[in-house]
């Protein structure tokens, strides 16, 4: 399983904006066939700050889900949001086994 947790600081003024177009990006994200989570987690300590969870079966389907028009949607939508550019990490998922 191939997994990216990107680390999101948002613009305080624009966090309720961030999560609702984040939530449509999710629930077309989650219909994807390589898809297997697709987590938006928000840190109840700083309002500004989010981790998106990817987990796609491969790391091909990650890359496919990059290409996607809910994906580049969200991109341009929230790039001015951004406090500062998101960082993404890429993990091997070992468990749960595919």
């Known amino acids: 399983m191939h997994t990216t947790i990107v ?3 948002v613009k305080p003024e624009c966090v309720v904006d961030f ?6 990006n999710h629930e077309a994200s989650i219909q994807e066939s390589g898809n297997r989570r697709f987590d938006l987690l928000h840190n109840p300590n700083d309002q500004s700050q989010f981790i ?3 987990a796609y079966a491969s790391a091909e389907d990650a890359a496919a889900h990059k290409q996607t028009e809910h994906y580049l949607s969200w991109r341009e939508t929230v790039a ?8 993404g990490i890429s993990y091997n998922g070992l468990f749960p086994a595919q």
């Open 7 to 9: 680390y999101v600081n």
């Open 19 to 24: 999560i609702k177009a984040s939530q449509v």
């Open 52 to 54: 998106l969870y990817e």
């Open 80 to 87: 001015d949001m951004m406090a500062e550019p998101r960082r």
